[in-house]
């Protein structure tokens, strides 16, 4: 067995205006910054000065106060930051960066190409359902199994999924029910598109 080691790198970052960055600059990163620019009179924002012109200077050429206005322009910065990072927090706070194998095979070499299987959980004593075959009819969770030539809708609960198999928490469905994986009515003459609940024992 190889031994993997996982590197993770966090993707935010943090931003401080300061009375030397140009007006054209922070607008560029954050064009929510416009409304603030707006309320303290700083209409120009498009104009060739603001190109090269530190903030700290346009204020002063406007008779504004450059704290006050660094402090609702970071304010705001500091609102934006963390909306974003909630953002990121909700899909994956963290990111893949790298993974070191250490006591490396002879035939892995440099430059190789590789899929990676990372076991997060484990399940035992569990009946699993294919994923694709769960439905939602009046707000319920529901598959269809085979019953007597028609679909026959079966609620069930679940509990941890991944793209291929769902965890049954709580349904009638039994071990060698056979599932209809895309039902469109009536059941085909043809025996295709069925699968059965796997239980997964110790």
Same mark, same amino acid.
């Given at each position: 067995?190889?031994?993997?080691?996982?590197?993770?790198?966090?993707?935010?970052?943090? =931003? =401080?205006?300061?009375?030397?960055?140009?007006?054209?600059?922070? *607008?560029?990163?954050?064009?929510?910054?416009?409304?603030?620019?707006?309320?303290?009179?700083?209409?120009?924002?498009?104009?060739?000065?603001?190109?090269?012109?530190?903030?700290?200077?346009?204020?002063?050429?406007?008779?504004?106060?450059?704290?006050?206005?660094?402090? &609702?322009?970071?304010?705001?910065?500091?609102?934006?930051?963390?909306?974003?990072?909630?953002?990121?927090?909700?899909?994956?706070?963290?990111?893949?960066?790298?993974?070191?194998? =250490?006591?490396?095979?002879?035939?892995?070499?440099?430059?190789?190409? %590789?899929? *990676?299987?990372?076991?997060?959980?484990?399940?035992?004593?569990?009946?699993?359902?294919?994923?694709? %075959?769960?439905?939602?009819?009046?707000?319920?969770?529901?598959?269809?199994?085979?019953?007597?030539?028609?679909?026959?809708?079966?609620? *069930?609960?679940?509990?941890?999924? %991944?793209?291929?198999?769902?965890?049954?928490?709580?349904? =009638?469905?039994?071990?060698?029910?056979?599932?209809?994986?895309?039902? %469109?009515?009536?059941?085909?003459?043809?025996?295709?598109?069925?699968?059965?609940?796997?239980?997964?024992? &110790?």
């Amino acid at each position: 067995m190889q031994k993997v080691k996982i590197t993770m790198s966090d993707n935010t970052t943090t =931003t =401080t205006i300061t009375g030397d960055m140009n007006i054209q600059e922070i *607008v560029s990163k954050y064009p929510q910054t416009l409304g603030v620019f707006f309320q303290y009179g700083l209409g120009c924002i498009g104009c060739h000065a603001s190109s090269y012109e530190s903030l700290a200077e346009g204020v002063m050429m406007h008779g504004i106060d450059l704290d006050a206005i660094l402090k &609702d322009l970071n304010d705001l910065i500091t609102k934006i930051e963390a909306e974003k990072e909630q953002e990121i927090m909700e899909v994956e706070d963290n990111y893949l960066d790298a993974v070191e194998i =250490t006591d490396a095979d002879e035939q892995i070499k440099p430059g190789m190409t %590789s899929s *990676v299987t990372f076991v997060v959980d484990e399940l035992a004593n569990v009946l699993l359902v294919p994923s694709r %075959s769960v439905r939602t009819l009046e707000g319920r969770r529901i598959v269809y199994i085979a019953q007597n030539g028609q679909l026959t809708p079966i609620d *069930v609960i679940l509990g941890k999924s %991944s793209d291929t198999y769902s965890q049954v928490l709580e349904s =009638t469905l039994l071990p060698g029910d056979e599932i209809v994986l895309n039902p %469109s009515g009536n059941l085909p003459e043809r025996r295709t598109g069925f699968e059965h609940p796997s239980f997964i024992g &110790d």
